[in-house]
């Protein structure tokens, strides 16, 4: 006997349902409604776009050599559980929701976009033990709703010690020629993509190694959350 299509739309609102991956609670998207309430977004139209103009983030990032920051909030819940979920309990998942957040709050109301995304590379090592690099997992979500390619310009070569409690000068020194081009540029704008900024040491070393190959090259560094906030 024939389901009534009414019952069959039902069955099929229920298997499209999922659970939010912060609260768990039953949701058509990976983040419910009410955990979507807990974000606390950069008002980014007010910094046109660009974090470097807001001074109170711009003091702690030294010198950079990027020329635009886009980030969606501070490292902060919910933002900093999703990113450390993805990072070390390989929760791959969360790289849809961060992407897709990203693409909705700072990608898509601003133009120019860049030509490429260019996805922060780990050391070999580091990926061996993680067998992912969540910046690249983020950055193929985020293909896929922009349409801009995703290339793998630069190799990480030098093995760095952990960031997470070195001072700006330690992390810049860490950083001090990590990375190599690999392959050849033949675009004028690029988008370096990270999960976190904190000093941007890192993006400004990736960023000093495609300046000298490209002088010209316009960089964007995009990041998911900047952390901490500078007082």
């Known amino acids: 006997m024939d389901m009534p299509f009414s019952l069959l739309k039902r069955l099929g609102a229920g298997l499209s349902r999922q659970s939010c991956l912060l609260c768990y609670q039953s949701s058509h998207d990976l983040l419910c409604p009410w955990c979507c309430q807990d974000l606390a977004l950069f008002n980014l139209s007010a910094c046109h776009y660009n974090l470097l103009q807001w001074p109170k983030i711009r003091q702690g990032l030294g010198e950079p050599v990027y020329h635009k920051l886009l980030a969606c909030g501070e490292y902060q819940w919910p933002l ?10 390989r929760k791959t998942r969360n ?11 700072a990608l898509r109301p601003q133009q120019p976009w860049p030509d490429v995304i260019i996805p922060v590379p780990l050391h070999r090592s580091r990926y061996q033990s993680r067998s992912y690099n969540q910046a690249m997992e983020i950055a193929k979500h985020l293909a896929r709703r922009s349409g801009l390619p995703v290339i793998e310009a630069c190799r990480r070569d030098k093995r760095t010690s952990a960031q997470t409690q070195l001072s700006g000068a330690q ?11 690999v392959q050849p540029l033949r675009v004028a704008r690029v988008a370096i993509l990270d999960d976190i900024l904190t000093t941007g040491s890192t993006v400004n070393s ?9 002088p010209d090259l316009y960089i964007e560094a995009w990041c998911i959350a900047v952390s901490p906030l500078h007082q």
């Open 171 to 181: 992390r810049r020194r860490n950083l001090k020629q990590a990375f190599t081009l």
């Open 80 to 89: 900093d559980t999703l990113i450390k979920g993805l990072k070390f309990s």
């Open 95 to 105: 790289a849809k929701a961060v992407a897709d957040l990203f693409y909705t709050h």
């Open 206 to 214: 990736l960023s000093e190694t495609l300046l000298q190959h490209y």
